[in-house]
């Protein structure tokens, strides 16, 4: 069975609350915005109306955050951000995507991805940008395989690590 990204559900909550921790081992945050003690009610219904909303907080913009599955077990996640503020236009870019450990190496991370970009351009989003850790070499490679153009490597500064950006057209 392929993985399919589906939005996020109340009963996911110990599985997804689980891989937040695990990816926070990694400076990763698998449930944007989430924070422990949150009611998952109401943070899954939040994600919810991010999706639709138009009417954002100034720190938001209109995404969806998606859980990848393969046989009902969340694997990974993706963010599909449908417009982009100024700190994301610089640094996140449209689509955040993360593989839990140990699924990793198994050929995931492109079909998330590119599962990602048919969301993506389905909100109107035709150039996508995609960025990663300049030291994260096979999120790298699969941005690349998935069509992405390097724009620029960002040198690291006070406040961030270098990281890549990359276009997909």
Request: hydrophobic fraction near 40%; proline fraction near 4%; aromatic fraction near 8%.
């Amino acid at each position: 069975m392929r993985v399919r990204l589906r939005p996020l559900r109340l009963e996911d909550e110990d599985a997804a609350t689980s891989a937040h921790q695990e990816m926070l081992e990694e400076d990763f945050e698998f449930l944007i915005g989430w924070q422990p003690g949150t009611d998952w009610s109401e943070y899954v219904t939040s994600r919810r109306e991010l999706a639709r909303s138009t009417t954002v907080t100034p720190d938001q913009v209109p995404s969806t955050l998606l859980m990848a599955v393969l046989d009902d077990e969340i694997i990974g996640r993706a963010s599909v951000r449908f417009c982009l503020n100024e700190w994301l236009a610089w640094h996140a870019g449209h689509i955040g995507y993360g593989v839990l450990r140990e699924h990793r190496h198994q050929g995931y991370a492109p079909e998330i991805l590119q599962q990602a970009l048919v969301v993506a351009r389905a909100h109107g989003v035709d150039r996508v940008l995609v960025t990663c850790r300049d030291d994260n070499i096979p999120s790298a490679k699969v941005i690349e395989v998935c069509g992405g153009v390097l724009e620029q490597v960002v040198p690291a500064s006070a406040e961030d690590v270098a990281f890549r950006r990359y276009w997909i057209g």
